[in-house]
């Protein structure tokens, strides 16, 4: 019978040292990896290496080579090229688990075995009784992964379930039965044939209900295989799946980040719209925007401190997080990430903010200083998190898009900014939260802003060309309503936000003015 010898005393070496011993094999003692290796090849026809994976080439670098021994390893991830020079190298990878070595030696007779090289790994294999197939070297790493899917993230899977039946005071084993008896369904079937359940037949209600009984951490890990199962059955999962009932707003940040890897993970696209909350029609337009070009959308809602010039203005600002969760679910989002300041930056506040120079001092920022460097910063924070995204901005914060876009450019962020047009009521008001502060009477007179910006633009249409001018016309046109306390109105390049050129041939024209307690933006296009 042939001669074993292992380097290396862990499970997988004592689960195969034991087994061969039972099938006959001469098994000669175990050698670790501290001690001389250099003979270790000697007065052995198959010489194991079972190390960590990240050790076996400079293992196999220790050992001398003999003519007449196979040297092997057990990893999955590699195959006989890490073994270097020598003359008869061999990969053997038991597809099976190994928790201790009584129980491997136990288990791996009748095993499956991953093979390449040296034809005597074949005679193990059959010693064992075992069966095996043969995996190039380029395959190993999808081999190994698909090992890691069907062992080691399906016993991260059981974690879930017992948590789940844990909380509930019930037992186990029922469960670890049930995925057994699906993986021999899977065997016997195939996993399309073999997937059963909510996901399979389309009960997204049901869905649903799992996700509200879930603990917030376990909720990305469920959403990420009912992608995959949905995919599986030929379907897909409905957007703003599991946010009814609040099931999938998430509060921190690790919580949001693992949400998303996990969606790209499995082949989902994401979207984001960044709010301050308090969502009106123009944000759900966003977020509709957002569900009809991406698989996930996820909607924040922060109200952030620094962009806000007055404590008090931040303290009147509305926080309706329950109807905010209800909007976004309505129009498709599927995630809602409602943070905390604490965790957005920390106990003390943030000690970096970002500042985007040549935009950030200009136009409203010169009115609002500090402004644009909180949202810049904020914005910067949010990507940071949510990692390869297309994040979906409003044009009615005009310059707020200019910046952001300047930042993702800057930062070589993997974010791609989508600007989407205003959105207007029916009289022309562009929505914003800030009209929540009109009372009925100015909420009545509030569309004058917009006549007056269209004012400018008439005249620019007509062949108006000088700036002042068509700044002009529009504040002639505000006075004709006495509420209103025109601030500031800027003619720019729509492109650069620079003073229009010679050659600008898109314009934008943005005013903000005072309408009782609101201070109201907007702004609009105009070729010439």
Not at 373 to 395: H, I, M, N, Q, S
Request: aromatic content about 4%; glycine content about 10%.
């Amino acid at each position: 019978m042939p001669t074993l010898r292992v380097v290396g005393a862990g499970r997988a070496g004592r689960s195969l040292e034991e087994a061969l011993r039972r099938a006959g094999w001469r098994v000669r003692p175990t050698l670790h990896h501290r001690d001389d290796l250099t003979r270790a090849a000697t007065g052995c026809d198959l010489l194991v290496l079972a190390v960590p994976d990240a050790a076996v080439g400079t293992t196999a670098a220790r050992v001398a080579p003999q003519p007449t021994t196979v040297i092997a390893h057990l990893a999955g991830s590699f195959g006989v090229e890490a073994l270097g020079r020598h003359p008869r190298r061999a990969a053997l990878h038991p597809v099976v688990a190994l928790p201790d070595p009584a129980t491997g030696a136990d288990r791996l007779p009748g095993a499956w075995f991953a093979v390449a090289g040296d034809p005597l790994v074949l005679e193990v294999v059959a010693a064992l009784g075992g069966r095996s197939f043969t995996v190039a070297d380029e395959d190993r790493p999808a081999h190994h992964a698909a090992c890691a899917v069907a062992a080691n993230h399906v016993t991260a899977l059981l974690g879930v379930v017992e948590r789940l039946v844990g909380a509930a005071a019930l037992p186990l084993a029922p469960y670890v039965d049930l995925t057994a008896g699906a993986v021999a369904a899977v065997a016997e079937r195939g996993p399309a044939a073999a997937l059963t359940g909510p996901v399979a037949r389309g009960d997204w209600s049901t869905v649903a209900a799992h996700l509200a009984a879930l603990a917030e951490a376990d909720r990305p890990a469920y959403l990420a295989v009912a992608a995959e199962a949905a995919r599986l059955a030929g379907r897909t999962l409905p957007a703003g799946l599991g946010v009814g009932g609040g099931a999938a707003v998430v509060h921190e940040k690790a919580a949001l980040r693992k949400a998303l890897d996990q969606a790209r993970a499995a082949g989902l696209s994401v979207g984001l719209v960044p709010t301050m909350g308090a969502l009106h029609d123009g944000h759900a337009s966003l977020i509709r925007r957002a569900a009809a070009e991406c698989d996930l959308v996820a909607v924040s809602v922060f109200v952030n401190p620094l962009q806000f010039d007055h404590s008090d203005d931040l303290a009147a600002y509305p926080r309706t997080l329950d109807r905010d969760v209800n909007v976004a679910v309505e129009a498709g989002a599927a995630l809602v990430f409602a943070p905390s300041t604490e965790e957005v930056y920390g106990p003390g506040g943030p000690a970096t903010l970002v500042h985007v120079e040549g935009l950030a001092d200009r136009l409203e920022g010169a009115a609002r200083p500090g402004h644009f460097d909180g949202v810049a910063t904020v914005c910067t924070k949010l990507f940071g998190v949510a990692g390869p995204c297309r994040a979906y901005f409003g044009e009615k914060d005009f310059q707020q898009v200019a910046v952001v876009r300047r930042v993702v450019h800057d930062l070589d962020l993997p974010v791609e900014i989508v600007p989407c047009p205003t959105v207007r009521d029916h009289d022309g008001l562009a929505l914003s939260s800030r009209n929540a502060l009109l009372s009925p009477d100015e909420r009545a007179v509030a569309p004058a802003l917009h006549r007056a910006l269209q004012a400018g633009a008439g005249v620019t249409v007509a062949g108006e060309r000088d700036p002042m001018a068509v700044a002009a016309a529009v504040a002639a046109a505000l006075e004709g309503e006495p509420r209103f306390r025109l601030d500031r109105v800027d003619v720019v390049d729509g492109d650069t936000l620079e003073p229009p050129g010679e050659h600008t041939t898109r314009l934008r024209i943005l005013a903000a003015a005072f309408l009782g307690r609101a201070r109201l933006i907007d702004n609009v296009e105009v070729s010439r």
